[in-house]
């Protein structure tokens, strides 16, 4: 990494205005100076953030800004927002398809932005995808529309890695919105190489880990315990851990997924893959639940996001906790900070 700190601000999207996002990044920025936040902006509606913060009482000054440059100046006073002209109203608790195009909107010109080299990451607030689709929104989730963005604009193919983290746990899920059912067909060697060669490269690029440590989860109680319980780990997941050894790479594993995330077993990794949702997310969200960060490896852009969806049960009622917004933004931050100007703003050979 360069030692010249990037100065380019963040891009964060608006997310789904009748939940809980815009709220933590109004809050985020009120708690702007507490932690040493770097500047940011939000891609949206000046508007919609003017009527919430309002609503919910908080005392947040918001300016529109025409290029993302003009935020470093303006964010200690004001809370910047490129405003994407965007008219209709909202309601809390009650996400509608009026809003969805300008949702779908910034998520776009925060890439586009990125890729030209205008900002220097992105950390996008929750949304919600059943609202979405009446606008042409076609993807399965967030993630996988973000790779199809960075596909049109540098014509290369993607295959984005979610993580999540925070300061106790990095964790991996190696297969995600599936039914438990499902999960052991889907473990293929293939997958577990190039998903562990995306992890590795991510953590070295963008966590300063030259070596880093990878623990493997088994699929079954006991990692198999000598194949008496399925013979996926002895027979597809040690293989492809013995293949990536063998390529320099620091990995252990299939271990038993129930001895894995006690405090001394963490201190011996600096991620884990685990072969399915709840067995990585179960962790996390037991040993840090409001503070863990969802990162996409992978892309050519560094994205972050709270690890927390829109939470319509209580959006309006200035409950929603910031601190995993705020974690996001930090993690941007520390993920794009050192990248060298070239990396930020030219495609990927």
């Not at 993580?163 to 990095?170: G, K, P, V």
């Not at 030259?210 to 493997?216: E, L």
């Not at 960060?293 to 409950?319: C, E, F």
Request: proline share 7%.
């Amino acid at each position: 990494m360069d030692d010249t700190p990037n100065t380019l601000p963040i891009a964060v999207t608006i997310g789904e205005p009748a939940g809980i996002g815009p709220e933590v990044i109004l809050k985020a920025w009120f708690k702007r100076k507490e932690f040493a936040l770097n500047p940011f902006f939000v891609i949206g509606s000046a508007d919609i953030l003017q009527q919430q913060a309002s609503f919910l009482n908080l005392h947040v000054p918001i300016s529109t800004i025409t290029s993302p440059q003009q935020a470093v100046h303006v964010f200690q006073s004001t809370l910047p927002v490129l405003d994407l002209n965007f008219q209709k109203d909202f309601q809390f608790k009650n996400p509608i398809s009026e809003t969805a195009s300008m949702v779908i909107s910034s998520i776009d010109k925060a890439v586009e932005l990125i890729l030209n080299g205008e900002a220097r990451a992105m950390t996008t607030a929750p949304i919600h995808k059943a609202a979405l689709y009446e606008e042409g929104f076609n993807s399965p989730g967030h993630t996988e529309y973000l790779a199809k963005l960075c596909e049109q604009h540098t014509g290369e193919s993607y295959y984005p890695v979610m993580m999540l983290a925070s300061e106790q746990l990095c964790v991996v899920p190696l297969t995600i919105h599936v039914a438990l059912k499902d999960v052991p067909e889907l473990i293929t060697p293939k997958l577990l190489i190039r998903t562990i060669g995306i992890i590795h490269e991510g953590m070295k690029k963008y966590f300063g880990l030259p070596f880093p440590r990878i623990a493997v989860s088994g699929l079954n109680p006991h990692a198999g315990e000598n194949n008496s319980m399925g013979r996926e780990d002895s027979e597809v997941i040690a293989p492809a851990i013995e293949t990536l050894k063998k390529q320099g790479i620091h990995i252990r594993g299939p271990m038993p997924a129930d001895t894995m995330f006690h405090k001394a077993a963490r201190a011996k990794y600096d991620v884990a893959l685990c072969m399915y949702h709840d067995q990585a997310l179960i962790p996390i969200k037991t040993i840090d639940f409001d503070a863990g960060v969802n990162v996409t490896l992978g892309l050519p852009i560094v994205r972050t996001s709270p690890d927390h969806g829109t939470a319509m049960d209580i959006a309006g009622r200035s409950l929603a906790n910031p601190t995993s917004m705020i974690n996001a933004l930090k993690l941007a931050d520390r993920m794009s900070k050192f990248l060298p100007m070239a990396e930020v703003t030219e495609n990927e050979e």
